[in-house]
């Protein structure tokens, strides 16, 4: 089992930039791949970003290339979410995802463990 939690959600301004975390416990997830997920209200779960196990690998999705950086500390256990140049289409509830078997992919149901989410909300 993995615990995820993230943080570092908020209100912004367009323009704006936001760092979210995501914080795992119960098992060190070095050696598995790492995604974020956002779903906004009446909208299914949207692919955001992943990362290989040793950081070396990185993956977007084109809504966010140039603007979201994905990035990981495996000696913390934590996966980061840099996003800059927000936009009010980012406006969404942001989840974090472990892959067990360390694919890099966009699939939602091939993540094997969630977070709860944080909230994320860019004003025009």
């Known amino acids: 089992q993995v615990q995820l939690v993230e943080s570092g959600g908020g209100l912004v301004q367009a323009g704006d930039s936001l760092r979210l975390s995501c914080a795992a416990s119960?098992?060190?997830?070095?050696?598995?791949?790492m995604g974020w997920f956002r779903q906004a209200p009446g909208k299914e779960r949207e692919f955001v970003a992943a990362?290989?196990?040793?950081?070396?690998?990185?993956y977007y999705t084109n809504s966010v290339k140039g603007r979201f950086t994905i990035s990981r500390d495996n000696a913390g256990n934590t996966v980061y979410l840099q996003m800059n140049n927000l936009k009010p289409e980012d406006t969404a509830v942001y989840h974090c995802?472990?892959?067990?078997?360390?694919?890099?992919?966009?699939?939602?149901?091939?993540?094997?463990?969630w977070g709860q989410g944080t909230q994320v909300t860019v004003s025009s």
């Open positions: 995802a472990v892959d067990l078997s360390n694919v890099l992919r966009s699939s939602a149901d091939k993540y094997d463990f």
């Open positions: 119960g098992r060190a997830i070095s050696n598995f791949v």
């Open positions: 990362i290989s196990w040793s950081g070396s690998s990185t």
